[in-house]
């Protein structure tokens, strides 16, 4: 799919600005604290209903503004639809060709995008709630019944944690009811960690290809971790593996006032052979191996929406040496649009940079160059 168009109305630094982009790469350049990321951020917004920034919406809107407004031209197919979302301090409202879509998950996946950013260091060093975030997301823009599903899921959590609360200010007594919603828990869980583990299978096809390609180094692939030891597919057996956890564990539970187990709890972790990145990658290997899962994901955006995501690159290319970039931006010139935010054009081929539409960033206003 293609962004053709953009239109901000009191966006974060921008009042009123449209930008039209061209159908493969364009780089925004300027200073710091100009608006650059400010940009991106409106357009995974736009695709996602909420910010990367794990900000309250209002931030989004332009200081003393009442309301802000994105709207984007999608193509998809040689068909223009038209994306809306507008915020004001106390709602959100989202609209496809000027209808307003009620639910949020019947909205998502309209826009696909792959957004790469410097924080995205986090993913390998921060914590698992990081990792689970992003697996959410992802699988988000290509299924949305998982956000439905997953809503569910987190509604029952919450019953039963309070019910495990409960059982213990009543001493263990009754424990019927928290057998009916295990069970109602466990089949949300079902769904949930066959999408997950489909999505980390499908990663896994094309991660340690695309590693190669831009490090030289064989073997790099993801670990899918569970804490109810489910390495299987059937039904039958997540289930019943499921049952067995919560049965042995179930004072432990009350004890604690929480569920121990289930995918509120998933990880997952990079591996290059025995070796986890985390503990022993480098920056620079750490960074890579994300970026090289993110490129993943392209690939499956195309097989399951018919259609490629537009990727987001947020200064993350001043980061990583020349041969490498080289690389990866020979990987993603594949007629993917791409926008890319940097302090300036430094490093970035002639070939690149001939192709690109270049827009300049000073204080929320954009100059095409
Ligand atoms: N809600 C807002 N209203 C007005 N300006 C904002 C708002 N939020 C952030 N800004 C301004 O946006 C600028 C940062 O933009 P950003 O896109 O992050 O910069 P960069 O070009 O470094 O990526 C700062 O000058 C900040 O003051
Ligand atoms: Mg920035």
């Given at each position: 799919m293609i962004l053709k168009k953009l239109s901000l109305i009191n966006f974060r630094n921008y009042q009123k600005?449209?930008?039209?982009?061209?159908?493969?790469?364009?780089?925004?350049?300027?200073?710091?604290?100009?608006?650059?990321?400010?940009?991106?951020?409106?357009?995974?917004?736009?695709?996602?209903?909420?910010?990367?920034?794990?900000?309250?919406?209002?931030?989004?809107?332009?200081?003393?503004?009442?309301?802000?407004?994105?709207?984007?031209?999608?193509?998809?197919?040689?068909?223009?639809?038209?994306?809306?979302?507008?915020?004001?301090?106390?709602e959100k409202k989202v609209f496809k060709n000027k209808n307003n879509v009620k639910r949020i998950s019947d909205y998502i996946s309209n826009l696909n995008v792959i957004?790469?950013?410097?924080?995205?260091?986090?993913?390998?060093?921060?914590?698992?709630?990081?990792?689970?975030?992003?697996?959410?997301?992802?699988?988000?823009?290509?299924?949305?019944?998982?956000?439905?599903?997953?809503?569910?899921?987190?509604?029952?959590?919450?019953?039963?944690?309070?019910?495990?609360?409960?059982?213990?200010?009543?001493?263990?007594?009754?424990?019927?009811?928290?057998?009916?919603?295990?069970?109602?828990?466990?089949?949300?869980?079902?769904y949930i960690y066959k999408k997950r583990k489909n999505f980390i299978d499908d990663i896994n096809k094309n991660i340690s290809n695309i590693y190669r390609f831009i490090t030289g180094i064989d073997g790099l692939y993801i670990r899918y971790i569970n804490n109810c030891d489910i390495d299987i597919f059937d039904e039958n057996k997540i289930r019943e593996q499921m049952l067995k956890k919560y049965k042995n564990n179930y004072k432990k539970e009350?004890?604690?006032?929480?569920?121990?187990?289930?995918?509120?709890?998933?990880?997952?972790?990079?591996?290059?052979?025995?070796?986890?990145?985390?503990?022993?990658g480098s920056q620079g290997q750490q960074r890579l191996s994300i970026i090289c899962f993110k490129l993943s994901e392209i690939d499956i955006f195309k097989e399951k929406n018919n259609t490629s995501p537009i990727l987001l690159f947020d200064d993350i290319f001043s980061e990583i040496d020349k041969i490498k970039k080289n690389k990866l931006i020979k990987l993603i010139n594949k007629d993917i649009q791409t926008i890319i935010t940097a302090t300036d054009l430094r490093g970035m081929s002639k070939n690149l940079i001939e192709k690109s539409s270049i827009f300049k960033v000073a204080s929320g206003k954009i100059e095409r160059r």
């Open positions: 600005i449209s930008i039209s982009f061209n159908n493969t790469v364009n780089i925004f350049i300027g200073n710091n604290a100009q608006g650059k990321t400010n940009i991106l951020e409106s357009i995974y917004v736009l695709a996602l209903t909420k910010s990367h920034r794990n900000v309250n919406d209002v931030h989004l809107i332009k200081y003393n503004g009442e309301y802000t407004k994105i709207e984007g031209k999608i193509k998809k197919n040689n068909l223009i639809d038209t994306l809306e979302i507008k915020i004001t301090k106390t957004l790469f950013t410097p924080d995205d260091l986090e993913i390998i060093k921060g914590s698992p709630s990081i990792r689970r975030n992003l697996l959410n997301i992802e699988i988000s823009q290509i299924s949305n019944q998982y956000i439905t599903i997953l809503n569910e899921y987190n509604k029952l959590l919450k019953n039963r944690n309070e019910y495990l609360k409960l059982l213990y200010v009543n001493h263990f007594s009754d424990k019927k009811y928290l057998d009916i919603i295990t069970d109602q828990l466990i089949e949300k869980a079902i009350i004890l604690n006032g929480m569920t121990l187990y289930g995918p509120h709890r998933d990880d997952f972790e990079f591996l290059i052979g025995d070796e986890n990145l985390k503990l022993f």
